[in-house]
């Protein structure tokens, strides 16, 4: 249906098939006509993917003709964002600018452009918001401190909002003009700047598509030499049990081997080629992005109290006793679940054997022995807990 | 002394320990403070009894700091007992005899019967070792004891003990000591398996001294070496030479151990225990039994104590302000002065 590729996004011979070419002046030049072609707003969507807003119960404002009378009709909106249908804007357009019907504001015919948006308000919003930011491109980079860059985008936000409500919009533009005026080599550097990033990004992606088409293309050859291969080893077998007075399973099972042989040898070639270069790039970029983690020695807890370390040395085979026998023999580890580790207890025993051993018992009433003494250098200063 | 000493800045863990700090004794000392505490708690009792009857004392014949420390030993036996009824493990049954042995150098028998204080220090040992059992199987399993029989003294020995719950036992230091045998030079490796008898046996030791004053007096190594010693004489020699050169000094203490524990270690005669207890009901503190006369006046006298600190209470939120105005009532305020000046 011709009526359906625009919606497509494909060319329309503009007027080609109705008889709005009756209209117009033998002269006028006939324009094949796209939505990116003659009409300079609206969304821009070169991958067609956009589809132009259109409803059953579209009427155009100006001629009361709709979808009914005419199913070919196709309303665009003006540049003060008013619809009606092409035909009308080809009737008052045509011979120049002319006021708008609703409004009265003077519009020129390639000012019209297609509708994307249902409601008009976001239509004009994302018209205006486009040109902002093409203006008004500056980076966090471009500033020396956060405060300054919110302070710009409030700045931006503002003007933004000013020109979608209409509030004072030739005290707006005059801004606009003054900061382009300021800022014109900044705004063009960062015109470049986007653009180069948008070309790297249609680079890469052009690149992995080759890619992907170049591995295709070798999965297909590879296919094609086995099955060949396949082919030829058939009618070998076949000519040598013609031939041969050999035993014929011994003869089979030798060219299977081989076969074999053959396709282990293609499968790590291809390894080698094609997965082993992706890799090494992914390995690449990672390396890039990942930040590496200085892992700092660790260093343990110091105190000021002497537990008797010196005084015993750990087996290192472990001990045989009573206590530990069941951890011991405890070959699945179902004991130490819990981060139980039985040298710990070992060495806590040893150290209750050794601790104060050479610790002479007080003799008589000498009252310092009772109560609490306490050396005032361990006063505050120590962790542990007296146990 | 040898190379094994500590560094001079560092003070071992054992010195930083509640137990070498406040429950270190010398004998001397220690038979000091029971007989200053047997004292103090008859004079105490002999003038609450002449309060009531007056010449009511002069026939009791109030016990003695040793007949105290005859019924706390024998007490001290049947804890055992019923560690082995619980099969409570070996830690429960030191700390239960240690705290017990504790109370009794803060308060006296004629007070808090030993009887109660048992179950109570048991309890509470079953929960500072971390092998907690539930109070209604607890008493459900000794023979007429109520819940309150065990909780109402709780506080009471927990204060008593400083909150200090953490024991060094002598039983881990005998583990140790044994584990550190096997790592004597020539030690054959059936040693252990050989020995295991002999461990028992020293371990038996080390049951036996929880009835004498060894753990006030020595260190846990000290008594399990003894302990060791007494089965095993040989390789504790060799393995306190391998520990100090110089092990003279060790080695008097660790005969001096052995003496004790040889000589005072079996539970006391049952039929003594028994002649202490009779009279023990008789000199008790009257005002620590329910229902007598002393008891209900105690009572009465606290409770208007109580009172009258509620009404002294009340009366302070009474007035008008509640952080005081005393501060500045006493002060003369002119009224010429800043605030700053209120205090000259």
């Given at each position: 249906m011709a009526s359906r590729s625009w919606l497509q996004g494909k060319t329309v011979k503009k007027g080609g098939a109705v008889g709005s070419n009756g209209h117009t002046r033998p002269t006028t030049p006939q324009v094949q006509s796209t939505s990116t072609t003659i009409f300079g707003g609206g969304v821009k969507d070169p991958s067609g993917r956009t589809a132009e807003y259109f409803s059953m119960d579209d009427q155009c404002p100006v001629c009361k003709s709709d979808r009914y009378l005419n199913p070919k009709l196709r309303l665009l909106v003006s540049s003060c964002y008013h619809k009606m249908c092409e035909s009308c804007i080809d009737r008052l357009f045509t011979l120049g600018p002319a006021p708008c019907p609703i409004c009265n504001t003077v519009l020129r015919k390639l000012a019209f452009t297609p509708q994307t948006f249902e409601d008009l308000g976001v239509e004009k919003e994302v018209a205006i918001r486009r040109r902002i930011a093409k203006e008004f491109n500056k980076r966090r980079?471009?500033?020396?401190?956060?405060?300054?860059?919110?302070?710009?985008?409030?700045?931006?936000?503002?003007?933004?909002?000013?020109?979608?409500?209409?509030?004072?919009?030739?005290?707006?533009?005059?801004r606009i003009a003054v900061y382009k005026a300021a800022n014109a080599a900044l705004i063009t550097l960062n015109l470049q700047r986007e653009e180069a990033y948008a070309l790297a990004l249609k680079e890469q992606e052009e690149f992995e598509r080759h890619e992907r088409e170049q591995r295709a293309a070798e999965l297909l050859r590879e296919e094609e030499t086995e099955r060949a291969e396949k082919e030829k080893e058939r009618q070998e077998i076949i000519d040598k049990l013609e031939t041969s007075e050999k035993d014929a399973a011994k003869l089979i099972a030798k060219s299977r081997a081989n076969t074999l042989k053959r396709s282990s040898n293609r499968v790590s070639s291809m390894s080698r080629l094609g997965l082993g270069v992706d890799y090494a790039k992914m390995l690449k970029t990672r390396s890039k992005t990942?930040?590496?983690?200085?892992?700092?020695?660790?260093?343990?807890?110091?105190?000021?109290?002497?537990?008797?370390?010196?005084?015993?040395?750990?087996?290192?085979?472990?001990?045989?006793?009573?206590?530990?026998?069941t951890v011991r023999k405890d070959r699945e580890g179902i004991m130490r679940g819990g981060g139980y580790r039985v040298e710990e207890a070992w060495e806590r025993?040893?150290?209750?054997?050794?601790?104060?051993?050479?610790?002479?018992p007080l003799e008589g009433l000498d009252p310092t022995s009772e109560g609490i003494q306490i050396e005032p250098s361990l006063v505050g200063g120590d962790i542990v807990l007296a146990s | 002394?040898?190379?094994?000493?500590?560094?001079?800045?560092?003070?071992?863990?054992?010195?930083?320990?509640?137990?070498?700090?406040?429950?270190?004794?010398?004998?001397?000392?220690?038979?000091h403070v029971r007989s200053t505490l047997n004292q103090a708690a008859v004079a105490v009792i002999k003038r609450t009894f002449e309060a009531y009857e007056p010449g009511s004392s002069a026939n009791v014949l109030f016990l003695t700091a040793d007949e105290e420390h005859l019924l706390?030993?024998?007490?001290?036996?049947?804890?055992?007992?019923?560690?082995?009824?619980?099969r409570f493990p070996e830690e429960v049954e030191a700390t239960a005899i240690s705290y017990f042995k504790?109370?009794?150098l803060k308060n006296t028998v004629m007070d808090w019967h030993p009887k109660n204080v048992m179950l109570t220090t048991l309890f509470l040992a079953t929960k500072t070792t971390n092998n907690p059992i539930s109070l209604e199987t607890y008493t459900t399993h000794i023979k007429s004891t109520t819940a309150s029989d065990v909780l109402d003294l709780e506080f009471l020995v927990a204060q008593s003990l400083g909150f200090e719950f953490s024991v060094w036992h002598a039983h881990r230091a005998l583990w140790g000591v044994w584990l550190d045998f096997q790592s004597l030079p020539d030690t054959a490796a059936d040693w252990p398996q050989a020995h295991r008898d002999a461990y028992e046996t020293a371990l038996g030791y080390v049951r036996a001294s929880r009835l004498t004053d060894v753990e006030f007096i020595f260190t846990p190594s000290q008594i399990a070496l003894a302990a060791v010693s007494l089965t095993l004489p040989e390789e504790s020699y060799k393995w306190l030479k391998s520990k100090y050169p110089s092990y003279n000094a060790v080695e008097t203490t660790v005969n001096k151990i052995k003496t004790i524990i040889q000589s005072l270690s079996r539970p006391p005669d049952v039929e003594s225990v028994r002649e202490v207890d009779r009279r023990l009901r008789l000199c008790?503190?009257?005002?620590k039994i329910v229902g007598s006369k002393a008891y209900l006046a105690r009572k009465a006298e606290q409770e208007k104590k109580a009172e009258e600190k509620r009404n002294r209470k009340a009366v302070e939120a009474g007035e008008d302000d509640p952080f005081g105005f005393e501060l500045g009532r006493s002060t003369i305020v002119d009224d010429d002065d800043d605030d700053d000046d209120d205090d000259n």
């Open positions: 980079e471009d500033f020396n401190d956060l405060r300054s860059f919110n302070d710009y985008l409030e700045q931006v936000e503002d003007i933004a909002f000013n020109l979608i409500n209409d509030i004072d919009v030739p005290e707006t533009e005059k990942a930040s590496t983690v200085l892992d700092v020695p660790h260093v343990p807890f110091q105190d000021n109290w002497y537990s008797f370390e010196d005084m015993y040395v750990l087996k290192p085979g472990g001990y045989d006793d009573l206590y530990s026998e025993a040893l150290r209750f054997a050794v601790a104060g051993l050479d610790l002479l | 002394m040898s190379s094994a000493s500590p560094p001079a800045t560092k003070k071992s863990v054992y010195e930083g320990s509640t137990q070498f700090k406040n429950w270190r004794y010398s004998p001397e000392k220690l038979a706390v030993k024998h007490y001290i036996a049947t804890i055992t007992q019923l560690c082995s009824l619980f504790r109370f009794y008790k503190n009257p005002e």
